[in-house]
């Protein structure tokens, strides 16, 4: 696969020679991406254009690219959203391990995620997941909401997905998953745990509570501990 970039619009075909933006040049020379090499140039969605690196930095725009294509299996994360700089380290997380969509919680026990979620906040998830999905070759970004879901919300958004509840007490991930055919959606508490309504509520909506170890790991450890054990299973089938 290429090495790509995401940008927010792409240049015009046959360009010869094209100023990227300030922070995908300095990304370019950051990777020592040598004079002559292509590079594809990505949109949000779709298609997009195949660029060479010319002498000066810029590019010259060649033809036109089909956006790469990796497997990744069909799970969402949902999740209580921990304090401060956590959050972004469960975003950078759960989009390294392929997230399909990212939906931010707010629970009875939440800490944090009481309030709308700030404009400046979601911008630098995104932020943050392009440059994960650069690094780590993950040609499509996750869906990243910017506004706080109930768990009634959330049980009719993803009613044609199986809900899989976290929960050390329950029956392993593996066995949850063993059976299922269903696009995936786990879900995270608050570190304080649901409560017994939340849990009663998910469960009507056919939700099953599903283990990934006995200790309690921090929301940012858990959801993406989850993913990695949910997509393994999947692709090991």
Not at 65 to 70: G, L
Not at 169 to 195: H, R
Request: hydrophobic content about 40%; glycine content about 8%.
């Amino acid at each position: 696969m290429s090495r790509f970039f995401f940008v927010d619009e792409l240049p015009d075909l046959g360009e010869k020679s094209w100023q990227p933006p300030l922070e995908l040049a300095r990304h370019i020379r950051a990777l020592r991406i040598s004079i002559g090499s292509e590079v594809v140039l990505l949109p949000q969605i779709g298609g997009g254009v195949v660029a060479q690196l010319l002498e000066n930095g810029n590019l010259f725009v060649k033809s036109q690219a089909n956006r790469p294509e990796i497997d990744l299996p069909d799970i969402s994360l949902a999740s209580a959203w921990p304090k401060g700089s956590r959050g972004d380290d469960l975003i950078r997380r759960a989009t390294e391990l392929g997230a399909l969509r990212i939906v931010p919680l707010t629970c009875e026990r939440s800490v944090t995620g009481k309030n709308d979620l700030s404009s400046s906040k979601v911008s630098r998830w995104h932020k943050i997941s392009k440059e994960v999905c650069q690094q780590c070759r993950r040609p499509d970004l996750p869906i990243i909401d910017g506004d706080l879901m109930s768990l009634k919300q959330l049980a009719t958004e993803f009613k044609n997905h199986q809900l899989i509840c976290l929960s050390p007490s329950a029956l392993p991930l593996q066995q949850t998953l063993a059976n299922n055919s269903k696009p995936i959606l786990l879900i995270v508490g608050p570190e304080g745990g649901l409560s017994t309504d939340e849990e009663n509520l998910l469960k009507q909506h056919g939700a099953v509570l599903a283990s990934i170890g006995p200790t309690i790991l921090r929301i940012e450890a858990a959801g993406p501990s989850a993913i990695a054990i949910a997509s393994h299973c999947l692709q090991s089938k």
